[in-house]
């Protein structure tokens, strides 16, 4: 069995049962948040769709021709192939100039590639975890090994958990990159500079890996436990809005995922502090962190046209 020793508390049904019902608890927390991005998508693409009557930027209703149709509707019409040009593509922040809201579609395929890329990583992190359980368990005897296998371990994944992700391009930044992008598009003001968010993460990084090793020994040295858990969702979450807002660029579903990646935090910082008051202290300035990047990425969002606060589908497609 993975989780018997003869020495640990947690030994026989009645641990099982305690340990089931203590992991259990972090993929409630993941069902929680997955329901709220879903109802709050849908509730953005309802108020997008009812208060919002210009949606399409003007600069791409030259690709089409207007028609009037029966009852007074216009309607949009696709130019022939081999008489015009092909239909401009949307860019990653197409702005609300004037135009049709019908002809902004939610990309439902990519909400549900974020949805289950999150699910599948948080499950490959935790079969790890139960692995490395047994294993540490079975052939390292040594404390002092496995405590610094333990501090490894959280560290690598502070830094580079997208490596349990196999299906959604998570890469961040590089430094050149972010330069080139804050020259194409509007900034606030107290945006702190390139340079120093290596640093900033690196911070973060000894500190999260300080605070999980904590609750690591608290909870009888096993890593698959509820705390543990609720800060891989964490990292798994964070790593999807990477893809969002990094690669795809959607500025306006970027911001709806943050704030799950800022209520992952906050929900991972209150359970460490649940097991150990000091280990919930160190991981605080990890909340905070995310705290300001929730806001600076609403305000970028504010700057730059407010687009759609879910994903939508990148090329317009027009109807005949």
Known sequence: PFFESQFSPFSGKKGKKQIFMKSSVALQNALVLTCIVSH?????????????????PARHQSCATQKQGKGG???????????FSKLERLNASPGLDEGRSDALQVDWSA????????????????????????VMEQYISNKLAKKGIVIAFFAFMSLKSRVF???????????????????????????????????????IACLRATSSTMVWEAKNCTLLNAPVLSFMLHLSIGDTWNCINNVERRMGASVSAVILVWLSVINAVRMYWGVSKTAGLVLLPSAIWI????????????????????????????KQ
């Open 40 to 56: 709050s998508l849908c509730y953005g693409f309802k108020f997008t769709q009812t208060y919002a009557p210009s949606l399409v």
């Open 73 to 83: 509707i216009n309607n949009f019409m696709i130019p022939r192939a081999g008489k």
């Open 111 to 134: 909400i549900g590639l974020y949805i289950g890329a999150t699910s599948v990583q948080i499950g490959l992190i935790s079969l790890f975890l139960k692995v490395a359980d047994f």
């Open 165 to 203: 992700s196999p299906f959604l391009d998570n890469s961040r930044p590089s430094l050149k990159s972010e330069k080139s992008n804050r020259q194409k598009r509007k900034t606030p003001s107290w945006t702190p500079p390139p340079i120093a968010f290596p640093f900033i993460w690196l911070t």
């Open 291 to 318: 705290s300001i990047a929730t806001v600076l990425i609403t305000s970028i969002w504010n700057l730059n046209g407010k687009e759609p606060l879910f994903p939508v589908k990148k090329s317009i497609e027009i």
